[in-house]
């Protein structure tokens, strides 16, 4: 499977992110929001992140003008028809995700690929949405996609060796390093991740140490660039939360078990760096 035209669902970071990613390393990149304003606004963040990179020197401008030439904005799904890969980074829900898969089914040529950037959801019930459960795989990106090397390559039970084959290929091409995994929530990252957050939020709620604090321990003491407080901001407490439960629904282990505080900061609208403010505050 060749793959020179990726279409790429959804309007948030991630979108964004793989889009330059992808159109980087010369692929031709179709982004597809609901509105056309929000995918104006993925455009717009592109142009913005390849810019900087031109000031710092880490991009010519003709280079720049090459990366931003293949890549279109688009509401018209029906614009990703002709994708050998769609991979969808849409709301951590599997029925909005299962209902994608299946319209996206009908639409795109009966040889491409249908992806999703899931970082937790079971693939093969995306898979069984699907007339092509052999042609569905996970291809999960880490935040900042440009930045970090990590790609998950989820294999649902469905996949075929060539449609694995494919999308590592395709990562590989993009400069990542791959690793496979079987098709179980979390995956790899997640799975060990999310334990250590949530026991963070536990500490924290127990009165062990401030957040500040806390924070400071993982960074000095364990040499990570971020603290799990600060890092559960950045991925978002609702994204967090909706994890953590799939990922108790999968293994009913107490350690996956969301802290309650998480649910009334979600509840409040603290939701980290995207709303202003979670565990710090992000407004001034």
């Known amino acids: 499977m060749t793959i020179s035209t990726v279409g790429i669902l959804g309007s948030?970071?991630?979108?964004?992110?793989?889009?330059?990613?992808?159109?980087?390393?010369?692929?031709?990149?179709?982004?597809?929001?609901r509105q056309q304003a929000t995918a104006d606004a993925m455009l717009a963040s592109l142009e913005q992140s390849l810019a900087k990179q031109v000031e710092r020197g880490k991009l010519e401008q003709a280079d720049a003008d090459a990366v931003r030439a293949r890549v279109s904005a688009t509401d018209?799904?029906?614009?990703?028809?002709?994708?050998?890969?769609?991979?969808?980074?849409?709301?951590?829900?599997?029925?909005?995700?299962?209902?994608?898969?299946?319209?996206?089914?009908?639409?795109?040529?009966?040889?491409?690929?249908?992806a999703s950037n899931t970082s937790t959801l079971p693939l093969v019930d995306l898979a069984v949405a699907t007339n092509r459960p052999d042609r569905v795989v996970g291809i999960h990106f880490f935040n900042p996609a440009p930045a970090m090397k990590l790609v998950e390559i989820i294999r649902p039970l469905t996949a075929s060796d060539e449609t694995v084959?494919?999308?590592?290929?395709?990562?590989?091409?993009?400069?990542?390093?791959?690793?496979?995994?079987?098709?179980?929530?979390?995956?790899?990252?997640?799975?060990l991740l999310f334990p250590y957050l949530n026991n963070a939020v536990r500490m924290l709620e127990n009165g062990t140490?401030?957040?500040?604090?806390?924070?400071?321990?993982?960074?000095?003491?364990?040499?990570?660039?971020?603290?799990?407080?600060?890092?559960?901001?950045?991925?978002?407490?609702?994204?967090?939360?909706?994890?953590?439960?799939?990922?108790?629904?999968?293994?009913?282990?107490?350690?996956?078990?969301?802290?309650?505080?998480l649910r009334r900061m979600v509840a409040a609208g603290r939701l980290g760096r995207k709303s202003g403010s979670g565990f710090y505050d992000y407004s001034r």
Do not use: W
């Open 76 to 114: 018209d799904l029906s614009a990703i028809a002709g994708a050998d890969l769609v991979l969808e980074s849409v709301v951590e829900d599997l029925e909005v995700k299962r209902a994608l898969f299946a319209e996206v089914d009908g639409i795109v040529g009966e040889q491409a690929i249908i």
């Open 12 to 33: 948030g970071i991630m979108g964004s992110g793989i889009a330059e990613v992808a159109a980087k390393s010369g692929h031709t990149v179709i982004l597809r929001s």
């Open 209 to 261: 140490a401030s957040a500040e604090d806390i924070d400071a321990a993982m960074q000095g003491g364990c040499n990570f660039p971020m603290g799990p407080l600060a890092l559960l901001d950045l991925v978002g407490l609702d994204t967090s939360v909706s994890i953590l439960d799939a990922l108790y629904d999968e293994f009913r282990d107490p350690n996956y078990a969301a802290v309650p505080v």
């Open 165 to 191: 084959a494919a999308a590592r290929a395709f990562a590989e091409a993009c400069g990542k390093s791959p690793v496979e995994v079987a098709d179980r929530a979390g995956f790899i990252v997640n799975a």
